[in-house]
């Protein structure tokens, strides 16, 4: 008889179930290896520079982003929420006074997951990847003069 004591049979069982509980936890890709990209992600990563959103105009967020996960009116305000692999980016368009096409106000990006804010490099490439239009002020300001 394989194991003939009890102890034997029970220290085989908790070993066997440790490394199927592992074996489940872990990551079966390779070190290194890339996890797959949504849609979203994977045309901001496709960009040869960072995106100026503020600004656009909502058909061209549309082209950039494809439909937004959650849309709603708040106000004079159109808010749209994307969610890009992990991070929410939360956009909020007015209409233009000159023509009454909503563009791009004011964009926020931060981790979906509460407690990956604690980290602040989560959606570090997100923020990368889209850059607010810099006024005569700020330049200056960033130039020390």
Same mark, same amino acid.
């Given at each position: 008889?394989?194991?003939?004591?009890?102890?034997?049979?029970?220290?085989? #069982?908790?070993?066997m179930t440790s490394v199927l509980? $592992?074996?489940?936890? $872990?990551?079966?890709?390779?070190d290194g290896a890339a996890r797959?990209?949504?849609?979203?992600?994977?045309?901001?990563?496709?960009?040869? *520079?960072?995106?100026?959103?503020? #600004?656009?105009?909502?058909?061209?967020? +549309?082209?950039?982003?494809?439909?937004?996960?959650?849309?709603? &009116?708040?106000? &004079?305000?159109?808010?749209?929420?994307?969610?890009?692999? #992990?991070?929410?980016?939360?956009?909020?368009?007015?209409?233009?006074? $000159?023509?009454?096409?909503?563009?791009?106000?004011?964009?926020?990006? *931060?981790?979906?997951?509460?407690?990956?804010?604690?980290?602040?490099?989560v959606c570090a490439w997100l923020?990368?990847?889209?850059?607010?239009?810099?006024?005569? +002020?700020?330049?200056?300001?960033?130039? #020390? $003069?």
């Amino acid at each position: 008889m394989v194991g003939g004591s009890w102890w034997g049979r029970a220290r085989f #069982g908790i070993g066997m179930t440790s490394v199927l509980v $592992s074996s489940c936890a $872990s990551d079966p890709r390779p070190d290194g290896a890339a996890r797959p990209m949504s849609v979203e992600a994977a045309r901001l990563a496709a960009l040869d *520079r960072p995106v100026h959103l503020i #600004g656009m105009r909502a058909d061209a967020v +549309e082209a950039l982003l494809g439909r937004p996960d959650l849309e709603r &009116q708040e106000r &004079q305000a159109q808010y749209r929420r994307y969610d890009v692999d #992990g991070c929410a980016l939360d956009l909020y368009l007015y209409e233009a006074p $000159s023509n009454g096409a909503p563009k791009v106000a004011w964009f926020e990006v *931060r981790p979906v997951d509460p407690l990956a804010a604690l980290d602040s490099r989560v959606c570090a490439w997100l923020e990368e990847r889209l850059v607010a239009p810099t006024t005569p +002020e700020r330049r200056a300001e960033r130039l #020390g $003069s």
